[in-house]
């Protein structure tokens, strides 16, 4: 809505006297992909403003103590105490917690990943009995929340003697409809002829599969595999359910139970929560072409 | 859905010849790793979770068959329920349109004129991938007394010690913040991608009739978009309605049960209260308001959402 208030206007040839200022129908003409100044400053103002939670949560790492309710507030404190980083880990078992986490955040990607790829396949190339219902269920229990599962989801591991085990951290949400759906619309758009020759020759679904439809559908599989490594590795209320020892925390419980034990140690749970970022941090800004592009196609959004 | 099928695969009917038989099995392979999964860990627990609402089920003993006293219970003599109902609804009404007027605005804030702009989208959504757990941890640092925010607005505008997280009102106004900061990124993508499908021909059109501005926005923009404005609402509509984590970290539900959700309600009744069919019976609720609610999204779309491309 204010991409364009700071805009610089074309002169426009107008018959009003010089000096005032052109008031006509054809003022609004702009070029709309030479470059913006204003416009570019005061976003680039806003976009500080809105990291300064983030600024805030690394200058508070590296505070001493004492320091961090400061008056009035400084963004460096006396020294910077890299020291806090190695405090945080110790203090807690924070990296008990950060390999919990990928453990299962890799886990459950590697398993969602095949698992969809599959599928998709299926539902979109092979031709079997029922396969439309099927997909119809599919996609009907993509619009239940995870959230309403849960209570059946704790009941069933409980039935299954598996809580406080990686296999209930993994397995519960490795299964949604969200993959294959997602994938199934995109091996729709590669076009079949591409697999055609193969299937004369002989070549087996898999073969076909694999060697032919993986590789062109590389970037779709990549957007599915940050997206489900962020879910897992970000996840709260679901290992804060099923997990009662600090052998299995996850990051994030980690942090939560940091926030009870510590609470006052503000310096080292934000070091603690700077180091949790770093992952999917680093991960985003690597793929942020892919990401970007894939949200646009698969819909992630709306969270 | 549709498919044509390959010349190969037409000729052999599924299940009635060998080769079909074979397509079958082929299928049936691909299908089983996920099905599999799929009907034990997402169909049965859906079942089962209506079901559970008509049990008292401890977690730990027996549990025994109670028709709809749960339910009976929540409306009747449960203290916090209808809290908990209100301050969801109320969270939901505040979050979705904030959500949504960030997120357009800066997708069409971020144009074709700004530059570098890939790289200010990906920061702008750089809150909505690090954990929301970490980040409510922070604002929480910022927003407590004598926290950055208490010193900003009492000593830089001398308007006396605040306590941010501590009134009815303002708790929740920062879990609404919080949440907004936190989840508009997705939207911004999802409009930004939709932006710039839009044939800029149509604007150019409108330049040189000389349509105003905040004319091409409302005339061109908003109905073109409508489609990812439509489904954005949806979604976003449908994860405001769960929201836990933002305020178990900020508040704690409190002060008193100002900001207690819906979601945090069942976490409490179920996992610290051990009533696993109070807890079902509340997240019954949840999904049969949540169900409606989408229900009427998609009645109203025929209304104003615009379909051509």
């Known amino acids: 809505m204010t991409a364009d208030v700071s805009a610089t206007v074309r002169p426009v040839p107008t018959t009003a006297a010089p000096g005032t200022p052109p008031r006509g129908r054809r003022v609004n003409r702009v070029d709309r992909s030479r470059p913006a100044p204003v416009s570019q400053i005061l976003l680039t103002l806003v976009l500080l403003v809105f990291m300064i939670p983030f600024i805030w949560m690394v200058s508070t790492s590296l505070k001493p103590g004492n320091e961090v309710f400061a008056s009035p507030p400084s963004l460096v404190g006396s020294e910077i105490r890299l020291a806090n980083f190695s405090e945080a880990w110790s203090y807690v078992p924070f990296g008990r917690y950060m390999v919990n986490g990928m453990v299962v955040a890799v886990l459950g990607t590697l398993l969602v990943c095949v698992t969809s790829i599959l599928a998709a396949y299926a539902f979109a190339r092979l031709e079997f009995r029922g396969r439309e219902l099927i997909f119809l269920l599919y996609l009907i229990t993509l619009m239940v929340p995870q959230e309403v599962m849960i209570v059946p989801m704790f009941i069933l591991m409980q039935q299954l003697g598996w809580t406080n085990s990686y296999q209930a951290l993994v397995l519960p949400w490795a299964f949604s409809a969200f993959g294959t759906f997602l994938l199934r619309q995109f091996f729709l758009n590669i076009p079949k002829e591409l697999e055609e020759a193969a299937l004369v020759d002989g070549a087996s679904r898999l073969r076909i599969l694999t060697s032919i439809v993986l590789p062109i559908a590389r970037p779709a599989v990549a957007v599915l595999a940050v997206f489900t490594f962020i879910n897992y590795w970000n996840s709260f209320l679901w290992p804060l359910i099923i997990t009662n020892s600090t052998d299995l925390f996850t990051v994030p419980v980690g942090l939560n139970g940091f926030l009870g034990q510590q609470g006052s140690q503000w310096h080292l749970l934000m070091a603690a929560s700077t180091i949790s970022m770093l992952p999917t941090v680093v991960m985003v800004l690597l793929l942020q072409r892919h990401l970007v592009r894939g949200i646009a196609l698969s819909g992630l959004g709306g969270r | 859905m549709t498919l044509v099928a390959p010349a190969a695969a037409r000729a052999a009917t599924p299940g009635n010849t060998a080769a079909g038989r074979r397509a079958g099995l082929t299928a049936l392979g691909f299908l089983a790793p996920s099905g599999l999964g799929f009907l034990i860990f997402t169909l049965l627990p859906i079942v089962g979770s209506i079901a559970l609402a008509f049990f008292s089920w401890p977690i730990l003993g027996d549990h025994t068959f109670v028709g709809g006293r749960n339910f009976?219970?929540?409306?009747?003599?449960?203290?916090?329920?209808?809290?908990?109902?209100?301050?969801?609804?109320?969270?939901?009404?505040?979050?979705?349109?904030?959500?949504?007027?960030?997120?357009?605005?800066?997708?069409?804030?971020?144009?074709?004129?700004?530059?570098?702009r890939g790289l200010y989208r990906v920061l702008f959504f750089l809150p909505a991938v690090t954990p929301i757990v970490a980040n409510a941890l922070v604002w929480r640092l910022m927003l407590q007394p004598k926290g950055l925010v208490d010193d900003l607005l009492s000593s830089g505008l001398g308007l006396g010690p605040t306590n941010l997280l501590g009134g009815q009102v303002s708790a929740m106004v920062c879990v609404v913040a919080m949440s907004v900061w936190q989840g508009f990124g997705y939207n911004m993508l999802v409009f930004s991608a939709g932006l710039d499908a839009i044939n800029p021909n149509l604007y150019e059109a409108a330049d040189i009739d000389g349509v105003s501005r905040w004319r091409q926005f409302w005339t061109i923009t908003v109905p073109m978009l409508s489609p990812s404005m439509f489904f954005a609402a949806v979604l976003t509509m449908i994860t405001s309605f769960q929201v836990f984590s933002q305020p178990y970290i900020l508040t704690g539900g409190g002060p008193g049960a100002a900001t207690q959700t819906m979601v945090m309600y069942m976490y409490q009744k179920g996992f610290q209260f051990y009533s696993l069919g109070m807890a079902s019976a509340i997240s019954t609720v949840l999904l049969i308001i949540i169900v409606l609610v989408t229900g009427l999204q998609f009645l109203g779309q025929r209304r104003f959402v615009h379909y051509d491309g």
């Open chain 2, 72 to 116: 009976v219970t929540l409306v009747t003599t449960d203290p916090v329920f209808f809290r908990a109902l209100r301050n969801t609804v109320i969270f939901v009404v505040l979050y979705v349109p904030v959500n949504f007027v960030i997120s357009l605005g800066l997708a069409v804030w971020i144009s074709p004129r700004i530059r570098l």
